[in-house]
């Protein structure tokens, strides 16, 4: 498959533009070839962004592409280089005499300064680039001489009906649909939707549906319409008139006359509309919406589609969303399709063929594709094994082709996240933080007016997972994860293996030279020397490498070496030591060190001045935090988490000079004078929080320390910014109970916060700010061993799609009080999703809930609840429920009435 070479790297134009605004471009000669860098490189991405579109390059196009490649790359170097030399003055000098330093580097003839040698290197890569922009009208003029179109012609002829379909899922999910489409009474042309992945099945879902008898016979007109990725209004509209029966030639210019014809067709019919494989709302929403209105009341339209957010905007009354085929059912399709021989079938052929089911992702096109592959081979262990081996190498061209659209669609900073995934190992949970904030250091985010960076990268990490190429996972701790479908996995891989490395280091060419690496169990000693030679390296994972060099020997060298990495991450390694040459990786803005045997971290990381993640937790070892953090001005997270990292005595740092800081995790409260407490000696007071105006994420510990005078001067009602916080006491406090309220109360957050967790609040009641009127925007709260009998009044939350109470103790009645205050005529819980109750080890029942509560429940869970009798019956009627989880809890009886 053709490698993509360009979208895995930063805007540079976006860089570069930046750069004209600042300091350096002041001398006019700069800023003007600043302004010619930033202009050839806009002309010759938008080369590439079509030159990506084709299937195929040739050798000199690849050259032309690799040389474009590398000058951005080192136009980075340069824009980085001279922000860490802004960085260090700024720390020296106020902003005017800096502006008058500047100013006087740049203009000296010798060149030898920072400012000059930027300077310079601008020049001289507008020299480099000019020589080969020379060639990029060639490549254009090919490109409008040579372009395939990479979707395709699909066929729009009436489908044939698919008799021998493998799993009693597809039948099941056939009768819901029909039923629900037939017996729904709204009188409009409504939508339905039927919304998967490529090849899981929603064509053949719709083709069963499409040729039922009840549709047949219910709808005066069916139409089927594959509407293709490219397709226009115009194109539409020849496609229903041809499906209706109807002409369309002559009229290909004539929008006004296709509707004319399309009206005569359906004005007054009740017709079935199947749209297949819709990319894009647009034309539906603009045009198309309204030209079918004049149809007979009752009239539906059934859309397939790999995205959610189409089905959402084209007004789906209903999206159905297509399940992977379980392990069996994938194994009897690959039998099928292979046409394996009941007499050849061995069991370790079984488990051969099985396993080769399960790396195809539950998905019956692929599944089926292989399967035809197997048909060729002899049925040998050996054969088989080979293919399971190199599965999606080995798929057809045409299904390759179709997995590829699923990249192609992206747009190009979605495209840089996605091929960066395949850095992670295969079923690697990927937490939604740990990967937003990688992106954000490699400068694949570009930030909006109304957005932080995290903000944008967490919008594309839930885009990634809408489109199915990310499957949403729980992490244990309860933080978001994903994993990479394998099929999704390879073509990462495949379109991004110039650029990125995970795997063995043993079968890395010698001459490759990636800009990122990843790989995992191996220690740094016996990496190849080669690996060193990687200068241009920018990205470096190690995955729970328990043979890390823990001496700091075999980093230190790689520290001298790779001095232009931005991100590293050594987490859940064994390294004790941090050497001080980590001061030369003077471009890094990711460092992770999390769940290490770090006992201190080298004064030299004040060098580090575009530093905007340090990662800490679960650091056991780590005693104190060096002064030099507070150099950092560029960090925007600091994390030192963990119960462990309770030891850490009285940081030296001053958190208000970190005027970026986001995201703060682990702020370790400092006893109040007249508190008594064993950590007076350490932690901060909580009037270092009220300047930190920019945090949107925020864990407290060791609150049941403090005042309801000191508490109130984190100003927490202040930080309008903030989505996520985390309240937590350590040690419960006897007789305290109405002081620890107290606190609690004037901790009240901005009403704009999304995520809320509670943690060993030991008061007699929750804070009376978790209300509807206090919180409207909050989606997701956690209560973990918690001291109250009563819970607050839950369910008037409006915007509330995740509940999980954990060890609740003192809980043995759930009562009206969840439910709260609802009109007759509302639904309590009516945006909930997931419910998660796990170690209430006391509770007995749960009541007091109505038929139409819950409208949105999908999964529940319940482990642990050893006396749990009865929960109300709507948790089992609720046809949207996809998923229950029931362990230990010996006493419920449950009856799933819908599902």
């Given at each position: 498959?053709?490698?993509?070479?360009?979208?895995?790297?930063?805007?540079?134009?976006?860089?570069?533009?930046?750069?004209?605004?600042?300091?350096?471009?002041?001398?006019?000669?700069?800023?003007?070839?600043?302004?010619?860098?930033?202009?050839?490189?806009?002309?010759?991405?938008?080369?590439?962004?079509?030159?990506?579109?084709?299937?195929?390059?040739?050798?000199?196009?690849?050259?032309?592409?690799?040389?474009?490649?590398?000058?951005?790359?080192?136009?980075?170097?340069?824009?980085?280089?001279?922000?860490?030399?802004?960085?260090?003055?700024?720390?020296?000098?106020?902003?005017?005499?800096?502006?008058?330093?500047?100013?006087?580097?740049?203009?000296?003839?010798?060149?030898?300064?920072?400012?000059?040698?930027?300077?310079?290197?601008?020049?001289?890569?507008?020299?480099?680039?000019?020589?080969?922009?020379?060639?990029?009208?060639?490549?254009?003029?090919?490109?409008?001489?040579?372009?395939?179109?990479?979707?395709?012609?699909?066929?729009?002829?009436?489908?044939?009906?698919?008799?021998?379909?493998?799993?009693?899922?597809?039948?099941?999910?056939?009768?819901?649909?029909?039923?629900?489409?037939?017996?729904?009474?709204?009188?409009?042309?409504?939508?339905?939707?039927?919304?998967?992945?490529?090849?899981?099945?929603?064509?053949?879902?719709?083709?069963?549906?499409?040729?039922?008898?009840?549709?047949?016979?219910?709808?005066?007109?069916?139409?089927?319409?594959?509407?293709?990725?490219?397709?226009?209004?115009?194109?539409?509209?020849?496609?229903?008139?041809?499906?209706?029966?109807?002409?369309?030639?002559?009229?290909?210019?004539?929008?006004?006359?296709?509707e004319i014809k399309l009206n005569s067709f359906i004005r007054g019919r009740r017709f079935f509309l199947v749209l297949d494989d819709v990319w894009d709302e647009t034309t539906w929403e603009n045009m198309l919406e309204n030209q079918l209105q004049c149809a007979a009341p009752g009239s539906r339209i059934l859309v397939t589609t790999r995205h959610k957010h189409v089905a959402k905007r084209m007004g789906a009354s209903h999206i159905h969303h297509v399940s992977r085929m379980c392990g069996e059912d994938g194994w009897?399709?690959?039998?099928?399709?292979?046409?394996?021989?009941?007499?050849?079938?061995?069991?370790?052929?079984?488990?051969?063929?099985?396993?080769?089911?399960?790396?195809?992702?539950?998905?019956?096109?692929?599944?089926?594709?292989?399967?035809?592959?197997?048909?060729?081979?002899?049925?040998?262990?050996?054969?088989?094994?080979?293919?399971?081996?190199?599965?999606?190498?080995?798929?057809?061209?045409?299904?390759?082709?179709?997995?590829?659209?699923?990249?192609?669609?992206?747009?190009?900073?979605?495209?840089?996240?996605?091929?960066?995934?395949?850095?992670?190992?295969?079923?690697?949970?990927?937490?939604?933080?740990?990967?937003?904030?990688?992106?954000?250091?490699?400068?694949?985010?570009?930030?909006?007016?109304?957005?932080?960076?995290?903000?944008?990268?967490?919008?594309?990490?839930?885009?990634?997972?809408?489109?199915?190429?990310?499957?949403?996972?729980?992490?244990?701790?309860?933080?978001?994860?994903?994993?990479?479908?394998?099929?999704?996995?390879?073509?990462?891989?495949?379109?991004?293996?110039?650029?990125?490395?995970?795997?063995?280091?043993?079968?890395?060419?010698?001459?490759?030279?990636?800009?990122?690496?990843?790989?995992?169990?191996?220690?740094?000693?016996?990496?190849?020397?080669?690996?060193?030679?990687?200068?241009?390296?920018?990205?470096?994972?190690?995955?729970?490498?328990?043979?890390?060099?823990?001496?700091?020997?075999?980093?230190?060298?790689?520290?001298?070496?790779?001095?232009?990495?931005?991100?590293?991450?050594?987490?859940?390694?064994?390294?004790?030591?941090?050497?001080?040459?980590?001061?030369?990786?003077?471009?890094?803005?990711?460092?992770?060190?999390?769940?290490?045997?770090?006992?201190?971290?080298?004064?030299?990381?004040?060098?580090?001045?575009?530093?905007?993640?340090?990662?800490?937790?679960?650091?056991?070892?780590?005693?104190?935090?060096?002064?030099?953090?507070?150099?950092?001005?560029?960090?925007?997270?600091?994390?030192?988490?963990?119960?462990?990292?309770?030891?850490?005595?009285?940081?030296?740092?001053?958190?208000?000079?970190?005027?970026?800081?986001?995201?703060?995790?682990?702020?370790?409260?400092?006893?109040?004078?007249?508190?008594?407490?064993?950590?007076?000696?350490?932690?901060?007071?909580?009037?270092?929080?009220?300047?930190?105006?920019?945090?949107?994420?925020?864990?407290?510990?060791?609150?049941?320390?403090?005042?309801?005078?000191?508490?109130?001067?984190?100003?927490?009602?202040?930080?309008?910014?903030?989505?996520?916080?985390?309240?937590?006491?350590?040690?419960?406090?006897?007789?305290?109970?109405?002081?620890?309220?107290?606190?609690?109360?004037?901790?009240?957050?901005?009403?704009?916060?999304?995520?809320?967790?509670?943690?060993?609040?030991?008061?007699?009641?929750?804070?009376?700010?978790?209300?509807?009127?206090?919180?409207?925007?909050?989606?997701?709260?956690?209560?973990?061993?918690?001291?109250?009998?009563?819970?607050?009044?839950?369910?008037?939350?409006?915007?509330?799609?995740?509940?999980?109470?954990?060890?609740?103790?003192?809980?043995?009645?759930?009562?009206?009080?969840?439910?709260?205050?609802?009109?007759?005529?509302?639904?309590?819980?009516?945006?909930?999703?997931?419910?998660?109750?796990?170690?209430?080890?006391?509770?007995?029942?749960?009541?007091?809930?109505?038929?139409?509560?819950?409208?949105?429940?999908?999964?529940?869970?319940?482990?642990?609840?050893?006396?749990?009798?009865?929960?109300?019956?709507?948790?089992?009627?609720?046809?949207?429920?996809?998923?229950?989880?029931?362990?230990?809890?010996?006493?419920?009886?449950?009856?799933?009435?819908?599902?």
């Open positions: 498959m053709q490698p993509t070479l360009l979208t895995s790297i930063p805007n540079i134009a976006l860089l570069l533009g930046t750069l004209t605004a600042e300091q350096i471009s002041r001398v006019s000669r700069v800023k003007d070839d600043v302004t010619k860098l930033k202009r050839q490189f806009e002309q010759m991405l938008d080369i590439v962004e079509e030159l990506e579109q084709m299937n195929h390059h040739d050798a000199k196009t690849k050259h032309w592409m690799r040389q474009l490649r590398d000058y951005v790359y080192r136009t980075d170097d340069i824009i980085d280089l001279y922000r860490i030399d802004a960085e260090r003055r700024k720390a020296i000098e106020s902003a005017e005499k800096l502006e008058r330093h500047i100013k006087s580097l740049l203009s000296c003839p010798r060149g030898i300064s920072v400012g000059c040698r930027v300077s310079s290197s601008i020049h001289k890569l507008n020299l480099d680039i000019e020589k080969i922009s020379r060639e990029s009208s060639t490549l254009q003029r090919r490109y409008s001489t040579m372009h395939s179109q990479l979707t395709g012609s699909l066929s729009d002829t009436v489908p044939y009906h698919e008799s021998n379909i493998v799993g009693r899922y597809v039948e099941d999910n056939k009768r819901k649909l029909v039923e629900l489409i037939m017996t729904t009474t709204d009188q409009d042309t409504l939508v339905f939707a039927i919304v998967g992945t490529v090849g899981i099945g929603k064509t053949t879902l719709a083709r069963q549906i499409y040729h039922n008898m009840e549709m047949l016979q219910a709808f005066d007109l069916q139409l089927w319409v594959c509407v293709n990725k490219d397709a226009d209004y115009f194109a539409l509209l020849k496609k229903i008139i041809t499906a209706a029966g109807g002409n369309s030639l002559g009229l290909d210019h004539s929008r006004e006359k296709l009897n399709l690959l039998r099928s399709r292979a046409k394996l021989d009941k007499d050849k079938e061995t069991v370790y052929m079984q488990a051969i063929g099985k396993k080769i089911a399960e790396r195809c992702d539950g998905l019956p096109m692929v599944i089926k594709a292989v399967g035809g592959v197997l048909r060729c081979c002899e049925p040998t262990c050996n054969e088989w094994q080979n293919v399971c081996n190199s599965i999606f190498s080995m798929l057809p061209d045409d299904v390759q082709t179709l997995i590829r659209l699923s990249y192609v669609d992206l747009p190009s900073p979605l495209k840089r996240c996605f091929l960066y995934c395949s850095l992670f190992p295969p079923d690697f949970v990927i937490r939604r933080r740990y990967v937003t904030q990688q992106w954000v250091s490699e400068g694949f985010i570009e930030a909006t007016h109304n957005s932080s960076l995290e903000e944008v990268a967490e919008e594309h990490y839930r885009e990634l997972i809408e489109r199915s190429l990310l499957q949403p996972e729980l992490g244990l701790d309860g933080e978001d994860g994903a994993r990479m479908p394998n099929i999704f996995r390879w073509l990462a891989k495949e379109l991004s293996h110039e650029e990125n490395f995970s795997g063995d280091l043993g079968n890395m060419q010698c001459m490759f030279e990636p800009r990122r690496l990843s790989f995992a169990s191996q220690p740094v000693e016996t990496v190849p020397q080669g690996i060193r030679k990687l200068t241009q390296l920018r990205t470096l994972l190690f995955f729970g490498n328990q043979k890390l060099s823990s001496n700091g020997h075999g980093l230190a060298r790689t520290f001298r070496r790779l001095t232009l990495l931005r991100v590293l991450d050594l987490h859940s390694s064994n390294v004790e030591h941090v050497p001080n040459a980590l001061g030369n990786v003077v471009h890094l803005r990711y460092l992770n060190l999390s769940s290490t045997r770090v006992r201190e971290l080298p004064d030299s990381i004040e060098n580090l001045r575009l530093l905007q993640f340090l990662i800490l937790n679960d650091c056991e070892d780590l005693n104190s935090l060096p002064r030099g953090v507070e150099q950092l001005r560029n960090l925007r997270s600091l994390e030192i988490s963990g119960q462990n990292n309770l030891s850490l005595r009285q940081p030296k740092i001053n958190l208000a000079r970190l005027s970026e800081l986001s995201c703060m995790r682990g702020f370790l409260v400092k006893a109040s004078a007249n508190g008594g407490n064993q950590f007076s000696a350490s932690g901060w007071p909580l009037t270092e929080l009220s300047s930190l105006s920019k945090l949107t994420s925020l864990q407290i510990l060791r609150l049941e320390t403090t005042t309801r005078d000191d508490a109130s001067d984190a100003a927490l009602s202040q930080k309008v910014n903030l989505r996520e916080l985390e309240l937590c006491c350590v040690n419960e406090q006897h007789n305290q109970e109405f002081e620890i309220r107290d606190i609690f109360e004037v901790l009240r957050p901005a009403p704009r916060l999304v995520v809320l967790k509670l943690d060993r609040y030991f008061g007699q009641e929750y804070p009376s700010w978790i209300t509807e009127s206090k919180l409207p925007n909050l989606q997701c709260l956690e209560l973990h061993r918690c001291s109250c009998k009563k819970l607050p009044p839950l369910g008037e939350l409006p915007q509330l799609r995740s509940l999980v109470l954990i060890d609740l103790q003192n809980l043995e009645i759930i009562g009206s009080e969840l439910r709260g205050r609802i009109d007759a005529n509302k639904a309590a819980f009516p945006r909930l999703e997931k419910l998660d109750f796990s170690g209430l080890d006391i509770l007995l029942s749960w009541i007091d809930l109505k038929d139409d509560d819950l409208p949105f429940l999908h999964s529940v869970r319940f482990v642990r609840c050893w006396k749990l009798e009865s929960v109300p019956t709507v948790l089992w009627s609720r046809t949207k429920l996809g998923n229950i989880n029931i362990d230990l809890c010996p006493d419920l009886r449950w009856s799933p009435l819908a599902t």
